[in-house]
């Protein structure tokens, strides 16, 4: 890179497998007015610095000052609590290198680890005050190598955004102590970490130093695992990722955010090391987690305890566990392997789960969140529990998500595009300046309230060159236009290409129709059998409590009442200024009171009835439980045909 | 009671509230010819032996020799690991007073007992060797009053099955110590431990003894629960039953078997202090589980993670808990409240978990156990796990269930009968003799196989007096007869009643027609929609993989593709010799090929339909999993009517 070159998460080296090139992080500018924009610019002014307050509240950084000798007390939060201020730290970094706004946080964190730091490298403030006999003893649990993973990740993002700040040497240097000491350490051993994270981390860190030994120990840590050496633990090999060698798994399971995190570090040293084995284990991989275990939202895990996938088509939606962090995890290795393999579906999958899964995490102004995100939430749900709470909260006892969250929305902008010499592709689509290698094009657009994209074409070489424009896979009868003329639009690989010499003042238009639509799910999924949801575009849409009327044939109706007519298709309504830009207009019908109904009775026996038909209003999912607490559901059942 | 007569669980006082009276355990005999009889004789044959062993090799009776000075060595296993040695005794008094047979294991853990309890009566192995520091510090997690519960419950057994026996007037002697210590320490107090339990087996002592602090305190433990004085612990109050007090709680909720034992006890309670308005919140929150939060098994508990209820009629199949524990919970719950009431609906439900949630716990030879009972098992399933093997298990790191299986069946034959001095009360149906107060009668029967009972007279005295007969709320069209003669059958309680002067010949002859049936669930049961599940008088059926056929139409085919066929109903086909006496014959339909289908579709397009018709057989689900592994349902979509 050259000087003053900054860049995002994920950068393959010239030498990479890639199909697909990220942009500098500093080619792209989301437009404020635009989702994805006033998404980054909530992060920024809202999630950000609510991030570090809590950090100081819960401890966190205190925890830190205790190793330092500058805080007493006892260790406060998670033995991995250090992960949240690195997690910080690294959306911190990205923030500093979107909008040059480096806030006290940056400079005081970065002098905090350098202080704290031991001379061999090691850095984790549970261990270095008050557990120093367990130091490296417990690798199945101790995340010291996940610590390490998150610190070292922080760093990538401090070289990538402020080579020249002062603070981001100074953890670069402190991560790379810390890798010095793990390459040290762990470079000819059979060990590995019970929580994948440290692999990515030390490709990522290879990418940035071009320091061969930091890729091979990652490259050894993605082969360590699979030979039980991480023992039982308390819920089994698979939790810990150290079931089966991962070349050889063709199945997801186990613990879904180390399954991912796993994965996007296999592919990271698969890219990098032309390891296509590798690279074919993670897409497998990645199409058995998408065929039976996926939410429509992108969301992945059914299993509260202990964080899992599920068994092949488990997916409750009233019990998804569809941890924040796994929609994460699920965006950035869809990443990963979108641009070392240029294959579509990775990016529909980014477009799903940003839209869904993790959008719907954050409430509207941007400092209460979900950790666990269902799809349904029952009339009469206890949410009285941190781990099934009706409502978002500031803060976790276990705070991954959050900060994962701030870092993801501080470099969203490097994941919309991508470019090389021949030309640009679009993948997520939002208003934005793209400019890069000579090339300035303007992205307008209400997306996705609306399904026209205008490209223009403020600048360019005189070069042809080919802009390529994704057709989600939700999209039928999409059209293009340029300069207002028509033109052949099939895109059989999922992109619409238009290859020429571009001028100054060309104008694209990309047309992707986006009726509100009815979609059921595979008949193995047994927990939404005989319903539907409600789509539009990218969007998933629910239906809340807070939307049914109190008065007319919904009085007293619960959600759990209502049933989709479908003969009568959701109309699309725009917005009254309320919650959403664009609402869902649903015809339903009403059964009969339920509530005396025997908990089992005779099939031959009467059906209850509808009782009458109304129409309610379905909101983007994304959107939900920022109005007064109440039920909620995606799936709802279909009626029966009326005889 | 006399010096000789011997009696059972649950035996309120004369002064007590109680519809129905229970029988001395003497009164009946289970014939072991019968499927009740046999099931106790394997637990005397085998599970109590197994118990006695894995005890041995867990080192639960190490455990407390390392109190007495006789072991070495770590504490082994979870920290209440002293209730499987209590659990176990107790069923092994049951079995003596049952049998008259006393092991030498009786003999052994009586002087155990009082070798190693303290000198003020404390009795916990865990805390007297290795954590005295913490004794009563800790009751929200500590379980210490849990495990004195069971201490105690285990010298109710021995003091009403053996009372003259040595080793039982020993460990009454040894839980009366812990008892006085509870009375002395807690009389005044507003705590209360975290896991109810203490609060039956102190109103069961009182039963026993006349003791009346114990009744009191048990009476302050039930009324010290919901003032929060517990704290928020990992999962919040309502799991540790502290969240609302019993008399004003509507809605059972929190870990199960907490909220049924704390029940239990506060039947037991409510029942000797005359307390109308307790007894009132029993029945509620009882009816509260019954009408929203029951598997048609009568198994409760659909959250793995917290062992709790779960939201009303959050109900799914594959991941029901329904914990073995929890269903005994229910069965014992369900017989105090029989007792107190009279209510038909109570005896209803023993019948359904006995004969399906509780009898499917167990593999055929009595010697391994499910903890977590569900009603589907996926193609698929990833059973490595303790926490949902695919096979029962010959023991757990928490064994709570097997032992508490041995107590039960151990005593099982105490609940079948009630009995006073107007007449006789039959509940549960199985070839038994009952001989009590001056009567004798022969019940036979090949219940649940078949639904004719015949009870025989061969003593009575000279006064009226009424046999009354249970008719089950599963049936429809049963008839009676005396003597050959039909007598009006009308049961507007549940119960038929002959009154008259019976003599030794009589014979009576009670019809329960059990045409296989197939039922479906109340709609707000959104995980089983579209489903019905085969049931045959008090048994629920389920197809496995192992009676799939491997040639015709279902080669190939997994328990995912089939659909039931509603015009064709399953047809009763008695036995080949093989698991059971009656399998069923179930016409289905086999699902074209469905693997390739993508997770979710547009409504629509077209659907998947049906490829093919077959017959393939159902057994009782308390049978499943006795051949090779694999998947197994309860409940199985019902096919859409054919176009």
Known sequence: MTAHEIHGPVVPTEQARSVFRPLPASAVRLAPDGLLGRWQARNADATLPHCVEQLGTYGNLANLRRVTGDAEGEFAGMWFADTDVHKTLEAAFWELGRSGTASPFVTDTAGLLE????????????????????????????????????????AVAAARSAPQHPAAQQVLAVARRFADLLVQRYGRSAEVDGHPEIETALAELYRVTGHRPYLDLAARFVDNRGHGVL???????????????????????????????????????????????????AERLWDSALDSRTY?????????????????????????????????????LAWRLLLATGKVKYADEMERVLYNGIAGSTALDGTAFFYSNPLHLRTGHDG????????????YSCACCPPNLARLMASLHT??????????????????????????????????????????????????????????GWCTGSGLTVNGEAVPAEAPDGYLRVTRAWHGGDRVELDLPMPARLVTAHPHVDAVRGA?????????????????PTAGPLAGAVLEDLELDPAAPPAVAPSDGGLTPVALRVPVRVRADTSPAPLYRDVTGPPPRPAATATVTAVPYFLWANREPGAMRVWIPLAAPEA
């Open 296 to 332: 429509l939202t992108g969301g992945q895990g059914s299993r509260h305890r202990d964080e899992a996938f599920g068994d092949p088509y488990e997916l409750p939606p009233d019990r998804s566990y569809a941890e924040t962090c796994a929609a994460i995890g699920n965006f950035q």
């Open 415 to 472: 994941y919309a595009v991508t470019g090389d010499a021949d030309g640009l592709q679009l993948h997520l689509y939002g208003s934005a300046t793209v400019t890069a290698g000579g090339r300035t094009v303007q992205v307008a657009t209400a997306y996705p309230w609306d399904g026209r994209i205008t490209v223009s074409i403020s600048d360019s070489g005189t070069e042809p060159w080919t802009l390529a424009l994704r057709v989600p």
């Open 532 to 548: 539907a949801a409600l789509v539009r575009g990218p969007l998933v849409y629910c239906v809340e409590q807070a939307d049914l």
């Open 231 to 281: 023992g039982e633990g308390r819920f089994g090999p698979r939790y810990l990722q150290d079931h089966e060698p991962v070349r050889q798994a063709t199945e997801v399971t186990g613990h879904v955010v180390r399954q991912l995190y796993l994965l996007a570090g296999a592919v990271d040293v698969a890219v990098e090391t032309g390891d296509t084995e590798l690279l074919a284990a």
């Open 384 to 395: 009285s529990h941190e781990d099934a709470p009706s409502q978002r909260l500031a803060w």
């Open 115 to 154: 202080k704290a730091q031991d001379p061999d490298g090691y850095l984790d403030s549970y261990f270095q005050a008050g557990h120093r006999d367990k130091q490296w003893t417990e690798l199945h649990t101790s995340h010291e190598m996940y610590t390490a993973g998150h610190l070292i990740q922080a």
